[in-house]
C-alpha cells in the first residue's frame, strides 16, 4: 500500500513520496504564546502528531519541527497589559502548551524554534529577497513586493486581481501596492526590538515560518501542516517568499486540519464559545479529548459539545474494558497449540484494513471504525468456554498497537501495592463467605483509593479510576 496525502496545493490526494527514501521532513506551524491555547489549537496538535506517529510505524525517519511564535502584537500588547516583558509572557506560555498538549499525548518535537532565537536567519532571508528584487524597505518598514512572485495564489486557488479588489493600506502603511506585505516592522517606543540593516524593528509574523523551516529542513521540504484558517494568507505568504528567496519548490505537501465549532456555531470569542484546551483537560480525560478529536477525519469540521464529548466516553469506555477482559482472561487461557488459524486470519485481515484506512489521507475516523470491529470480534472470542493465548495476545498486540498510532494508548498501570493486593483478597474470601457487609466495605476503601473493582463471571478484576 501507498500513503495518499490530500494536498491543498492541488486539491487531490496524492501518492506520498518523501524527497529523501525513508526520511520525511515535516513542519507544523505553532502557536501564538501569549495564552493557553483553546481547541481549536489542540487540533492541529494531535492531527499531525497522529500523522507523524504513522510515518514512524511504517518506518519512516521523521524529522519533525514545531515553532512558537515568542513576539508579535498579541504578545506586545499582553505585556503592556500585565505589565510584563513579553520574553516571560512567551516563556510561561510555551511551558504551558507543552503541558497541555503532553496531556493530549502530543509527542516532543525534534524543533522548537522560537522566532526570538531565529532573529540571524530571519534578517537574512529578509536581506536575500531585497537583493533579488523581491522585497523592499521604506522608513524601516521591510515590504515583500508580491506581484514580483507570478505564482501567488496558487495555494488558496486565488488569482492576483481577485485579491487586488479586496485589499487595503491601512493608515501607517507604506508599502507600495496593497497586496505587499510586511516582512519587517519599525520599532515603536517601547517595544521589544532588535537590530537591523533597515534599523530596530522587529519580523513580521509570515517571514519567521520561512525562516525557521529553511534552518531545520532545508530549502524544501516534504509536509507543511497547519490549520485551515492559515492556507490565506499565512501559507500563501510564506511559499511567495521562500520560493521567491531560494528558486525552489518550498514544500511537496500541504495539509490542513478543519475548523471546530461549539454546539454547532464556529468557536470565536465574539460569541462567548472560546474554550480552552487547559480548562477540559482538567474536567475530562485527556485521552478522550484526543480520542473525540480523531473521531471525524482530520480535514472535516468537528461539532463540539457535551453530549458527543459524553458518547466519545462511551466509546472509548468499550476499547479499554475489552482490553481489561482480554487481561483478566489471559491468566485462564491454554498455552496448548490450538488450530487458532481462522482467528489470527481476521485478526490479520482487520490490520490491513486498518492500514488502508490511515493510509487513505490518514482517515482516523475509519480506523476507527475497524478498532471497534476488533473490540467486537474480541468480545465475540471471550464468550468461548476455552480460549488460548496466542489468540489473546494476537487481540492485545494489535489493539495496543493501534492505539500506540493514535496516542491514546494507556501507561502500563503499576503494580498494586501489597496493601491493596490483600484488600481484594480479603474481600474475595468475605464474599465466599457471604460477608457481604465486609465485601462491601473493601471495595468503597478501594474506590476511595481510586482503585475500582468489576466482579465478572471470570472472577473480579480491577482498573484505576482517572
Request: hydrophobic share 35%; glycine share 6%; proline share 3%.
Given at each position: 500500500?501507498?500513503i495518499?496525502?490530500?494536498?491543498?496545493?492541488?486539491?487531490?490526494?496524492?501518492a506520498?513520496h518523501p524527497i529523501?527514501p525513508g526520511k520525511?521532513?515535516?513542519?507544523?506551524?505553532g502557536?501564538?504564546?501569549?495564552n493557553?491555547?483553546?481547541?481549536?489549537?489542540?487540533r492541529?496538535?494531535?492531527?499531525?502528531d497522529?500523522v507523524r506517529r504513522?510515518?514512524?510505524y511504517?518506518?519512516?525517519?521523521?524529522?519533525y519541527v514545531?515553532?512558537?511564535t515568542?513576539v508579535d502584537?498579541?504578545?506586545?500588547?499582553a505585556?503592556?497589559?500585565?505589565g510584563?516583558?513579553v520574553?516571560t509572557?512567551?516563556?510561561?506560555?510555551i511551558?504551558a502548551y507543552?503541558e497541555?498538549v503532553?496531556?493530549l499525548?502530543?509527542?516532543?518535537?525534534?524543533?522548537?524554534?522560537?522566532?526570538?532565537?531565529?532573529?540571524?536567519?530571519?534578517?537574512?532571508f529578509?536581506?536575500?529577497?531585497?537583493?533579488?528584487?523581491h522585497?523592499y524597505?521604506?522608513d524601516g518598514?521591510?515590504?515583500?513586493?508580491?506581484?514580483s512572485f507570478?505564482?501567488y495564489?496558487?495555494?488558496?486557488?486565488q488569482?492576483?486581481?481577485e485579491l487586488r479588489?479586496g485589499a487595503?493600506?491601512q493608515?501607517g502603511?507604506?508599502?507600495?501596492?496593497?497586496?505587499?506585505?510586511?516582512?519587517w516592522?519599525?520599532?515603536?517606543?517601547?517595544e521589544i526590538s532588535?537590530?537591523?540593516p533597515w534599523?530596530?524593528?522587529r519580523p513580521?509574523?509570515?517571514?519567521e515560518c520561512?525562516?525557521?523551516a529553511?534552518?531545520?529542513?532545508g530549502?524544501?521540504i516534504?509536509i507543511?501542516?497547519?490549520?485551515?484558517?492559515?492556507t490565506?494568507?499565512h501559507h500563501?505568504?510564506?511559499i511567495?517568499q521562500?520560493?521567491?528567496a531560494?528558486?525552489?519548490?518550498?514544500?511537496?505537501y500541504?495539509?490542513?486540519?478543519?475548523y471546530i465549532?461549539?454546539?454547532?456555531?464556529?468557536?470565536?470569542?465574539?460569541?462567548?464559545?472560546?474554550?480552552l484546551a487547559?480548562?477540559?483537560i482538567e474536567?475530562?480525560d485527556?485521552?478522550?479529548l484526543?480520542?473525540?478529536?480523531?473521531?471525524?477525519h482530520?480535514r472535516?469540521?468537528?461539532?463540539f459539545s457535551?453530549a458527543?464529548l459524553e458518547?466519545a466516553?462511551?466509546?472509548?469506555d468499550?476499547?479499554e474494558?475489552?482490553l481489561?477482559?482480554?487481561k483478566?482472561?489471559k491468566t485462564s487461557?491454554l498455552?496448548?497449540?490450538?488450530?487458532?488459524q481462522v482467528?489470527?486470519d481476521?485478526?490479520?485481515?482487520?490490520q490491513h484494513?486498518?492500514?488502508?484506512e490511515?493510509e487513505d489521507?490518514?482517515n482516523?475516523?475509519?480506523?476507527?471504525a475497524?478498532?471497534f470491529d476488533?473490540?467486537?470480534?474480541?468480545?465475540?472470542?471471550l464468550?468461548?468456554?476455552?480460549?488460548?493465548?496466542?489468540?489473546?495476545?494476537?487481540?492485545?498486540?494489535t489493539l495496543?498497537?493501534w492505539l500506540?498510532?493514535l496516542?491514546?494508548?494507556?501507561?502500563?498501570?503499576?503494580l498494586l501495592d501489597e496493601?491493596i493486593e490483600?484488600?481484594?483478597?480479603?474481600r474475595?474470601?468475605a464474599r465466599?463467605?457471604?460477608d457481604?457487609a465486609l465485601?462491601d466495605?473493601?471495595r468503597d476503601?478501594?474506590?476511595e483509593?481510586?482503585?475500582?473493582l468489576?466482579?465478572?463471571?471470570?472472577?473480579t478484576r480491577?482498573k484505576?479510576?482517572l
Open positions: 500500500m501507498t495518499k496525502i490530500y494536498n491543498t496545493l492541488t486539491r487531490k490526494k496524492e506520498f529523501e520525511v521532513k515535516m513542519y507544523v506551524c502557536p501564538t504564546v501569549y493557553y491555547i483553546h481547541i481549536g489549537n489542540a492541529p496538535a494531535i492531527v499531525f497522529t504513522y510515518l514512524e511504517k518506518d519512516y525517519d521523521v524529522e514545531l515553532n512558537f515568542d502584537d498579541k504578545l506586545i500588547k505585556a503592556k497589559e500585565l510584563e516583558e520574553p509572557i512567551a516563556n510561561r506560555f511551558e507543552k497541555d503532553g496531556a499525548g502530543v509527542k516532543e518535537a525534534d524543533h522548537h524554534p522560537r522566532v526570538t532565537e531565529t532573529m540571524d536567519d530571519i534578517i537574512a529578509i536581506q536575500t529577497l531585497i537583493d533579488k528584487g522585497a524597505s521604506v518598514d521591510v515590504y515583500f513586493k508580491t506581484r507570478q505564482h495564489g496558487k495555494l488558496s486557488h488569482s492576483i486581481d479588489s487595503r493600506i493608515i502603511e507604506k508599502k507600495e501596492d496593497p497586496l505587499d506585505f510586511a516582512l516592522k519599525q520599532a515603536k517606543d517601547g532588535w537590530q537591523s534599523g530596530e524593528g513580521g509574523w509570515h517571514i520561512s525562516a525557521m529553511k534552518r531545520y529542513l530549502e524544501t516534504d507543511h501542516a497547519g490549520g485551515q484558517d492559515l490565506f494568507p500563501e505568504n510564506e511567495a521562500s520560493e521567491a531560494t528558486g525552489k519548490s518550498f514544500a511537496n500541504w495539509m490542513h486540519n478543519g465549532n461549539i454546539d454547532n456555531e464556529k468557536m470565536s470569542k465574539s460569541l462567548g464559545n472560546f474554550v487547559h480548562d477540559l474536567r475530562h485527556p485521552k478522550v484526543r480520542f473525540f478529536m480523531l473521531s471525524v482530520y472535516n469540521p468537528i461539532n457535551d458527543l458518547s466516553k462511551n466509546s472509548f468499550r476499547i474494558n475489552v481489561v477482559n482480554l483478566h482472561r487461557s498455552d496448548l497449540v490450538a488450530d487458532n482467528w489470527l481476521k485478526i490479520t485481515n482487520m484494513s486498518f492500514e488502508m490511515m489521507d490518514f482516523t475516523a475509519n480506523a476507527i475497524v478498532i476488533l473490540v467486537k470480534e474480541a468480545n465475540t472470542y464468550q468461548e468456554s476455552q480460549t488460548h493465548t496466542e489468540v489473546i495476545e494476537a487481540f492485545e498486540n495496543n498497537s500506540k498510532i496516542g491514546i494508548q494507556r501507561e502500563e498501570e503499576a496493601e490483600q484488600l481484594i483478597e480479603q474475595i474470601e465466599k463467605n457471604k457481604f465485601a466495605k473493601i476503601d478501594l474506590k483509593r481510586n482503585i475500582i468489576e466482579d465478572t463471571p471470570q472472577g480491577w484505576r479510576g
